[in-house]
């Protein structure tokens, strides 16, 4: 059964710092690793996927890794901002034939950004 | 708008009671997932649909949870003879061809 962690629970950064959050998967057979951000009382939003093929990918101010071989995965947030306060967590998707992608979740990372 | 959209936001109900909570996944989506976020048990994947095909129920927790698909759009997820341990927010997500995930706000479900 895959397991899904993320190091660590919560983290709190001044305005300004790059910061690494951290994941990690006990089963290497994904077919992709998303990162999502949730607000309080809001659902989830796709921050960055990528395909188990992939290395990287990076949207704006967000980079996200990832060694399927060794389970594991980065989001780095440059030049933080309050604004990105929030969790963040991360999900992977089982590597299975047909097309069922329920997404393993991680139990997130509370990251408060204090201006 | 053209986000997931789920209702009620907030239910409230006495243990025991059945509820029905809804989906409405962005149009021309095929796949729909549930999911539940629990305070124990983090967010855990309940049922997938896609197309036509058979449902993946296998993240079901009992056989009080069911959900339908009507006309590969709306969905509701039942919970009959509802407990206390039920209490969660509800999450739906749809997608399209392996696409990302888009999720609603979600249903949070009190149960008394």
């Known amino acids: 059964k895959q397991e899904v962690t993320q190091i660590p629970a919560a983290l709190s950064v001044p305005e300004g710092e790059n910061l690494v959050l951290n994941c990690s998967f006990t089963?290497?057979?994904?077919?992709?690793l998303q990162w999502f951000r949730q607000d309080p009382g809001k659902g989830l939003t796709s921050l960055l996927l990528i395909q188990s093929s992939q290395r990287e990918q990076t949207s704006g101010r967000l980079n996200a890794s990832l060694d399927k071989s060794s389970g594991r995965s980065t989001l780095y947030i440059a030049a933080s901002q309050p604004g990105d306060s929030a969790t963040y967590l991360c999900a992977v998707s089982k590597n299975r034939p047909g097309s069922a992608r329920q997404l393993t979740f991680g139990s997130g990372t509370q990251l408060t950004v204090l201006p | 708008g053209a986000g997931v959209s789920q209702s009620p936001s907030n239910k409230v109900t006495e243990k025991g009671k059945d509820v029905e909570l809804r989906c409405d996944p962005i149009s021309g989506h095929t796949a729909l997932y549930w999911y539940r976020q629990s305070l124990g048990q983090g967010l855990e994947f309940l049922i997938y649909?896609?197309?036509?095909?058979?449902?993946?129920k296998s993240g079901l927790p009992s056989d009080r949870f069911s959900a339908e698909r009507t006309g590969g759009s709306v969905s509701t997820l039942t919970i009959q003879r509802t407990q206390q341990e039920d209490s969660a927010v509800y999450l739906c997500?749809?997608?399209?061809?392996?696409?990302?995930?888009?999720f609603g706000d979600g249903t949070r479900l009190s149960i008394l």
């Open positions: 997500a749809s997608s399209f061809r392996g696409q990302p995930q888009h």
């Open positions: 089963d290497s057979a994904i077919y992709n």
């Open positions: 649909f896609q197309g036509n095909s058979a449902p993946d």
